[in-house]
Structure formats: C-alpha cells, structure tokens
C-alpha cells in the first residue's frame, strides 16, 4: 500500500489519565494454527429438497480466496489461525419431522435449551446412521450442524453450533465464535434490548461480530452480507493481536502522552491495534480499549471511520 494511503488510516489520540501504574498481563488463550471443525448438512424426515448443496458451502466456508468464513478466520487472527482439516458433509435426512424440532426449541417450553442441543444430536445420529455415506466427526473436531429449514442460530462454547441452510455469513461466523470461546458484545443503553432473552446492553455493540444480528454489515458481500471485524477486546480474548502491538497506558509509569494507532483492519499500518486504560486500581484487568476501525475491508459497513 502507498505511504500515503497508509499514512489515511492512522489516528493520533492524545491520552491523559490518572490511574495505576500497575502492569496489566494479557488474558489470552492463544489459538494457532488449525482449528478443524465439522460441518454437517442436516434436512427433517419432510423437508424439501435443501436450497444449497455440498459444494456452496465448501466455497462458503471452507475455500480461500471465496470471501467466506477461512477468510475472515485468516484476516481477525492475523493468520495466527486457519480452518485447516475442517470438512463439510451432508445432506443427511433425520428420523424426526420439522413439528417435533419447533417444539423442542419453542420459548414457551422450559427446556428449550436441552432441545437445542438436541437439534445437534439429531443430526449427528442421522450423519452417523446415513446407509450410503456415514459420517462421524473425529473428536477434535469442533462441531456446526446445518439444518434446513433453519430453525435455530445457536453456539455452545468451545463446542459446536446450529445454524440454518440461509443463513448469511455474519450470523453464520458469530455462532463459529461461540464455538471458539467468545462471548457476545454490550453496550451500557439500558434501553437495549427488546429481545427478553437478551440482558441489558447484549448484542448492542454493533461494530462487533459478537453481537450479530444487531451489527453493521456490508449487504454487498457475496455471501448476503458481510460481517465486521471483532472488536479489540475480542481479538486480545482471543490473543491474535501481537504483544507489540498492544499498549497498557500507565504500565510504564507514564500517565499521558499521545499515541497513534492504526485500524484493525490494517495491521501493515504502523501505530497500536489496541490502548488499554485501566479504572480500577484493585483490578487491573478492568480497563477501557481505544481501538480504530476503518469503513473498508470486513468493516465495509460500519458508517465511516469510527475511532472509539
């Protein structure tokens, strides 16, 4: 990229702040290289035929260079993290019709979350019984079941997750992230949400995947939209931003001063992904981020250049 053009995506914050100088440590659970998942295709005893088959979501999940999910995984680790030995199987015809999952998963049923769970199972037993093609995913192997019709968007940490045949990719890589340990985003509005199963302020972020469906995204992207990129918070969680990339104000006995900082999107700009101000002298893992996000790349949607 041209210095110029680099030089557009740096900000300059100036910092003044009163706090610990207690050194704050990363809490990061570093995942490198692969990270296989299975992915199995799932349709009830009277479903149509699926709108999609195998190889759509090969390209959308799978491929590199499709814009889809190995992407975006490869571009919010800052390659640090792949979908190397991930697969996708299917279409796979369970025992049960589409009456019996709505039921099991209906909010007036007290167990709905023991049903969704079972929606997963369902379709594992289905893949493994399949009289052509049996499939059981090897137990390293995280886990994503697709049903159709879609009933559910649901992701069990560190796990698995349920999504539907349509759903577009934001939806589709925030359950994924259930899958790899995060947890969805907040803002502080009291008045957010409408959803009574959300707490206040879930999902509000909405420069950040984990708060999908109440995110920015692109709605020209090839697979119905475009999800955003994580947030800092995230990405540290996560520990795909490099340690020098990362600064604790304070850390150094040095209270204020000015900093730059480049977007996440561009981490070949020079400047900090991430600024950390700890508040809480008791707790130094209780600390505000400054980030900077850029309307381009997987951040296409948000409405311009965002320093927050």
Known sequence: MPRKSIRGLLLSIAIAVSISPATVGQQQRPYRGSIPWSFVLCKFSDSPTPPHDVIYYQQMIIDSGTKGLADYVDSVSYEAADLGGSSVHGWFTEAHAKDYHQNLTAKTNPDYKTG???????????????????????????????????????????CCAVAGDSTALPEFAH??????????????????????????????????????????????????????????????????????????????GILSGTLTVAALTHPEASGYLLVRVPFDSSDPFHYYTIEYQTADSWDKGIPGHRPH
């Open 116 to 158: 969704r769970k079972q929606r997963l199972k369902d379709c594992l037993a289905a893949a493994a019984a399949d009289r052509d093609h049996p499939y059981i995913p090897p137990s390293t192997d995280r886990v994503y079941v697709v049903t159709s019709p879609g009933l559910d968007e649901v992701g069990f940490e560190n």
């Open 175 to 252: 359950e994924f992230g259930h899958g790899i340990n995060l947890e969805h985003s907040f803002s502080n509005d009291p008045h957010y949400p409408g959803d009574c199963w959300s707490q206040i302020g879930e999902y509000d972020n909405q420069w950040d995947l984990m708060s999908a469906a109440h995110i920015y995204t692109d709605p020209t992207h090839d697979w119905t939209a475009g999800p955003p990129f994580l947030n800092a918070y995230h990405l540290d969680e996560m520990g795909w931003l490099p340690e020098s990339r990362v600064l604790t104000v304070g850390s150094n």
